[in-house]
């Protein structure tokens, strides 16, 4: 979307330093990891994934096993808008296990993964499948753990002599996804009939896990989507919702940074409206997903409570 914060992209690199950056590749192994990429080897496999939030998933099947690079780790990057850079293309070449988002989010990453030759492929919003068209799959906790399935399967294809530990890992992660999705379940338990509004439509699926109903203005929501001005009449019916305290809290993308998220956050907190932050990666801080989705859910939670 146009109104996002965006990277500052770099100009397309040349041949000649695709070349140079190929010949020291060995440098983004880790010390004492070897080189080769034979099925089965016990070596660290490379992975990459579009954004953190996929490889904090990688890390947490795969362990030490593999070395992950995520595209987009930035908390002010937008992958909309992203441009990839000649070391993108070279960690991609290279990679033995690649993640997308998918669902239109990160149109980057399939050049990108055109020049994974080699590699297995997996798409998240593929294997979360939920018939939605909404592309924020990562707040979909059972989609989640479809992918945790894929990423140790892949994984395992790669390395067999770790399909085993790989299988663990999943089954451990996903155990604390279920967790979090309990947590949500109870919270909307204790708050039945909630309603809330969004600056944007990005923690969909986790009020959906909640049952928390979004009453954001449909008018308010397509001109969100389709990056057009929100018409007056949507704005005013936004905020008279906060205004006179029909919705418990307003859920703020802070990836989305506009003159009326601004106006919005503001009146929220101006009329005793809670506002919860929610993000698109991974915020400074967190040591991974469980870490970085629990305090979402506690963010939530505190709101509702207030």
Not at 111 to 119: E, H, I, S, W
Request: contains cysteine; proline residues 4%; negative net charge.
């Amino acid at each position: 979307m146009s109104s996002r914060h965006t990277r500052s992209v770099l100009a397309a690199a040349s041949v000649l330093t695709l070349f140079a950056l190929s010949a020291c590749s060995g440098t983004d192994a880790p010390a004492g990891s070897s080189s080769g990429s034979g099925p089965g080897s016990a070596e660290v496999i490379k992975a990459v994934a579009a954004t953190d939030v996929w490889g904090s998933v990688i890390t947490a099947v795969g362990g030490d096993k593999v070395q992950v690079k995520s595209i987009i780790h930035d908390p002010s990057a937008d992958p909309h808008s992203y441009e990839s850079t000649a070391e993108d293309a070279l960690a991609a070449q290279n990679a033995q296990l690649t993640v997308a988002n998918g669902g239109g989010y990160d149109n980057f990453f399939d050049k990108l993964t055109g020049q994974a030759t080699g590699a297995k492929k997996l798409i998240a919003y593929d294997i979360a499948a939920t018939g939605d068209e909404n592309e924020h799959v990562w707040y979909d906790l059972p989609g989640v753990e479809k992918v945790a399935d894929q990423v140790a399967g892949a994984l395992g294809d790669i390395q067999p002599a770790s399909k085993q530990l790989f299988q663990d890992n999943a089954t451990k992660f996903k155990g604390q996804v279920d967790g979090l999705l309990k947590k949500a379940a109870d919270l909307g338990a204790a708050h039945p009939g909630t309603k809330v509004v969004v600056t944007e439509p990005v923690a969909h699926y986790l009020l959906g896990s909640a049952k928390i109903t979004d009453a954001t203005p449909k008018a308010f929501s397509d001109a969100v989507e389709n990056d057009t001005d929100v018409p007056a009449a949507a704005v005013s019916e936004f905020t008279q919702l906060i205004k006179a305290k029909q919705v418990k809290a307003l859920i703020n993308n802070v990836q989305t940074v506009t003159p009326l998220t601004q106006q919005v956050a503001a009146e929220a907190k101006s009329s005793g409206v809670a506002v919860v932050d929610v993000a698109e990666t991974l915020p400074a801080g967190v040591t991974g997903y469980i870490d970085w989705m629990t305090k979402e859910v506690d963010s939530l939670s505190t709101a509702l409570n207030s």
